[in-house]
């Protein structure tokens, strides 16, 4: 088989249950223009889909990292919180000793007891001082946090609102579609029971790496219509004789003859009207 010709003459195909051997190359050709041009009406109706599917999808994980953000705050503010109880417990202890020694203070027998007791109060008023200081700065950073939960809560809302807007258009756009999709999908589906397995394989593949989704295309020019390559004089009557399928040297795309292509164009245009 040379290299460049995809050679499916009057052969089934393994693991095939299509019996296609009594269609001729040039009917195949058809087909597979025919499908081309089915395919190419679909890709066109999903591109009028344009960037919304793409922007809710942003939207939506927009959405989700909000949400994270704020329930991640919400934990740092219940532990503030949590801190902010422990040293005011602290507080009521240092409270509770300073009472506990101005008691025994009333009571000292002798100098050494009293200044023992003087010192003490004086450390237990000194840890209070220093308790206090450390909640002023945890108050702080709790309303800063809460500040900022504030803040996302009202971005997460607007987003929400974005997405339900957008998520609504994109929907609208679907529905509107569906039924010219749906039309072309059941069309594109018979055009592939004309076609071998492995012409139709060939034509997924170099239609999934073409950027435009063209997998056949007509010699325009005595170019490729898909890569505006020179055709050489020879081969382009090879493909004008419709006795083989014949790929483009330089990219691969299955190539039919100006005149079957317009003929599968009219048909199509007449089916429509
Ligand atoms: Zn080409």
Not at 28 to 55: C, H, M, N, V
Not at 196 to 208: C, F, N, Q, V
């Amino acid at each position: 088989m040379p290299a460049k010709e995809i050679n499916t003459a009057f052969v089934k195909d393994k693991g095939s249950h299509k019996d296609l051997a009594d269609i001729s190359i040039e009917q195949r050709l058809r087909a597979i223009f025919e499908l081309q041009l089915i395919d190419s009406k679909i890709d066109a109706i999903r591109s009028t889909l344009g960037e919304l599917p793409l922007e809710v999808r942003d939207l939506e994980d927009d959405v989700t990292g909000l949400e994270t953000r704020i329930s991640n705050a919400n934990t740092d503010l219940e532990n503030l919180e949590n801190a902010m109880k422990l040293k005011r417990n602290d507080i009521k202890d240092a409270q509770e000793l300073i009472k506990k020694y101005q008691g025994q203070l009333a009571k000292v027998k002798n100098s050494r007891e009293y200044d023992s007791l003087n010192k003490e109060l004086e450390y237990q008023k000194l840890e209070i001082q220093v308790l206090e200081k450390k909640i002023k700065d945890l108050k702080t950073s709790y309303d800063a946090k809460k500040t900022q939960i504030e803040e996302t809560e009202g971005l997460l809302k607007e987003r929400k609102n974005d997405l339900k807007h957008k998520q609504n258009e994109l929907n609208d756009m679907i529905a509107e579609t569906k039924k010219g999709e749906e039309a072309l999908m059941k069309k594109s589906a018979s055009a592939q029971k004309l076609i071998e397995d492995r012409l139709l394989a060939a034509y997924k593949r170099i239609r999934s790496n073409a950027r435009n989704g063209l997998s056949v295309v007509k010699v325009q020019r005595d170019a490729c219509g898909g890569c505006f390559n020179k055709i050489p004089p020879q081969r382009q009557l090879d493909i004008r004789s419709r006795k083989k399928i014949i790929v483009c040297e330089h990219c691969g795309r299955i190539l039919v003859d100006p005149e079957l292509s317009d003929s599968v164009e009219s048909k199509m245009s007449m089916q429509e009207d």
